[in-house]
């Protein structure tokens, strides 16, 4: 059973759409820049009623909680609450994503707004210290779906991440290149970045063939903007 519609939904849904057992919750606060209480209050109510079905329920949060600069901001703050709200719940699982890519009209995502600003020759700033995380939505779903069959799951909060970040700057150059346009971005002195451990889904991404090198990003940015 699948509930929402948006990105992750659609890439769970071949397999977990008619799936008895499980019931994966892909709807909620998408825009880690919400700060709307009521955004957040209509993701908590949803969720706790989905929890009161008899199925296995999957839920995903954001290794943004690692973020030492955004651990008090309102998005993080209410990951982290609907987290222990599943934990509590029973044999439930908790999947950590950092930014997911993929074919997607959400202006919010990071990859979405350096398409729009590069491919629209708008101008735009950048952290020169800044690094992200990124992962095609249909390896989250094939490693999330390979740990939910083949390991114990339940009651854990476990990461799907990439093992090798990527700076903000590297990632406007692979976009420049994809695009074949050269970027007018401001590059400020600020930014940080923060470790994921992600051994669990490395292991299974290796099980299912796919392999994090320094070739993924850019491949994986050819893939959904070229």
Same mark, same amino acid.
């Given at each position: 059973?699948?509930?929402?519609?948006?990105?992750?939904a659609r890439?769970?849904?071949?397999?977990?759409?008619?799936?008895?057992r499980?019931?994966?919750?892909a709807?909620?606060v998408?825009?880690? *820049?919400?700060?709307?209480a009521?955004?957040?209050?209509?993701?908590k109510? %949803? #969720?706790?009623?989905a929890? &009161?079905? @008899?199925?296995?329920?999957?839920?995903?949060?954001t290794?943004?909680?690692?973020d030492?600069?955004l651990?008090?901001?309102?998005?993080?703050r209410?990951?982290?609450?609907?987290e222990e709200?599943?934990?509590?719940?029973g044999?439930m699982?908790v999947?950590?994503?950092?930014?997911?890519?993929g074919k997607?009209?959400?202006?919010?995502?990071?990859?979405?707004y350096l398409?729009?600003q590069?491919?629209?020759?708008l101008?735009?700033?950048?952290?020169?210290?800044?690094?992200?995380? *990124?992962?095609?939505?249909q390896?989250?779903s094939?490693?999330?779906t390979? %740990? #939910?069959?083949?390991?114990? &799951?339940? @009651?854990?909060?476990i990461?799907?991440?990439?093992?090798?970040s990527?700076?903000i700057?590297?990632?406007?150059?692979i976009f420049?290149?994809?695009?074949?346009?050269q970027a007018?971005?401001?590059?400020?002195?600020?930014g940080?970045?923060?470790?994921?451990?992600?051994?669990?889904?490395?292991?299974?991404?290796?099980?299912?063939?796919?392999h994090?090198?320094?070739?993924?990003?850019?491949?994986?940015?050819?893939?959904?903007?070229?």
């Amino acid at each position: 059973m699948i509930i929402g519609n948006g990105l992750l939904a659609r890439a769970f849904a071949p397999l977990f759409a008619s799936d008895a057992r499980h019931l994966i919750f892909a709807s909620g606060v998408s825009n880690s *820049l919400e700060t709307n209480a009521e955004a957040f209050a209509r993701e908590k109510v %949803l #969720l706790t009623s989905a929890l &009161t079905q @008899n199925k296995t329920t999957v839920y995903f949060s954001t290794c943004s909680v690692y973020d030492p600069k955004l651990t008090e901001s309102p998005y993080v703050r209410h990951k982290i609450e609907m987290e222990e709200l599943v934990l509590n719940a029973g044999a439930m699982t908790v999947f950590r994503l950092p930014q997911v890519v993929g074919k997607t009209n959400n202006p919010h995502t990071l990859t979405n707004y350096l398409h729009q600003q590069i491919s629209s020759r708008l101008p735009f700033k950048i952290w020169r210290h800044a690094r992200r995380n *990124l992962i095609d939505v249909q390896d989250v779903s094939s490693i999330a779906t390979y %740990l #939910l069959r083949h390991q114990h &799951t339940a @009651n854990q909060i476990i990461n799907i991440a990439n093992p090798l970040s990527t700076s903000i700057q590297d990632l406007v150059k692979i976009f420049e290149n994809t695009l074949d346009i050269q970027a007018l971005c401001e590059v400020l002195e600020s930014g940080a970045s923060y470790d994921i451990e992600a051994t669990i889904a490395i292991r299974a991404a290796s099980c299912m063939g796919i392999h994090f090198d320094h070739t993924y990003v850019n491949n994986l940015i050819r893939k959904y903007y070229a």
